[in-house]
T-cell receptor
Framework: GESVGLHLPTLSVQEGDNSIINCAYS??????FIWYKQESGKGPQFIID?????DKRQGQRVTVLLNKTVKHLSLQIAATQPGDSAVYFC?????????????FGKGTKLSVIP | DARVTQTPRDKVTEMGQEVTMRCQPI?????VFWYRQTMMQGLELLAY????????DSGMPKDRFSAEMPDATLATLKIQPSEPRDSAVYFC???????????FGEGSRLTVL
């Protein structure tokens, strides 16, 4: 989920289990959503995206689900691996500028227990 | 292996000093973004360029921050004078105008004492 203040929400998962990271977005007019992964000391890295006319999209080991009714986005990671340990951000695009300008959530820290 | 390059990686400076951060976007990308990341605020958009033209810098404190793209291979973010509250990691990202996928650099960690 989204964080308030200094502490990021943390999700601890056993290696091999599935992970589900949640995100509540703020603007019902947002038309495009992305999940990013940020490893320690690095920049965010694109994982998967979804447009508002879809409710599910699958990638390699990852699935993004979009529920526009409750403005909720989730990222599912199958068979979580130690290399998945990172902070995960959801980002939303608010239409209007004619091109993409992403607003990022505060992030969720995923810790994978070997 | 195309990537966004940022310099410096780390900068420690004293309050009042000028700081310039540089970014080389991926060749062929026509959008460039500057973000600031802190624990309290997360990732905040500071400035956005499309085809080198500044489109949105509403997230940037205008009195001390300035962002420019003197050419397609260089974007700069300048802080003058710097203040301790500017301490953060500054990320540059580039992309294509018709997609939302951004490619981020490794960031410039700024510490203002």
């Amino acid at each position: 989920g989204e964080s308030v203040g200094l502490h990021l929400p943390t999700l601890s998962v056993q290696e091999g289990d599935n992970s589900i990271i949640n995100c509540a977005y703020s603007n019902s007019a947002s038309d495009y959503f992305i999940w990013y992964k940020q490893e320690s000391g690095k920049g965010p890295q694109f994982i998967i995206d979804i447009r508002s006319n879809m409710d599910k999209r699958q990638g390699q080991r990852v699935t993004v689900l979009l529920n526009k009714t409750v403005k909720h986005l989730s990222l599912q990671i199958a068979a979580t691996q130690p290399g998945d340990s990172a902070v995960y951000f959801c980002a939303e695009n608010r239409p209007g500028a004619g091109s993409y300008q992403l607003t990022f959530g505060k992030g969720t820290k995923l810790s994978v227990i070997p | 292996d195309a990537r966004v390059t940022q310099t410096p990686r780390d900068k420690v400076t004293e309050m009042g000093q000028e700081v310039t951060m540089r970014c080389q976007p991926i060749l062929g990308h026509n959008t460039v973004f500057w973000y600031r990341q802190t624990m309290m605020q997360g990732l905040e958009l500071l400035a956005y360029f499309r085809n080198r033209a500044p489109l949105d810098d509403s997230g940037m404190p205008k009195d001390r921050f300035s962002a420019e793209m003197p050419d397609a291979t260089l974007a700069t973010l300048k802080i003058q004078p710097s203040e301790p509250r500017d301490s953060a990691v500054y990320f540059c990202a580039s992309g294509l105008v018709n997609t939302g996928e951004l490619f981020f650099g490794e960031g410039s960690r700024l510490t203002v004492l």
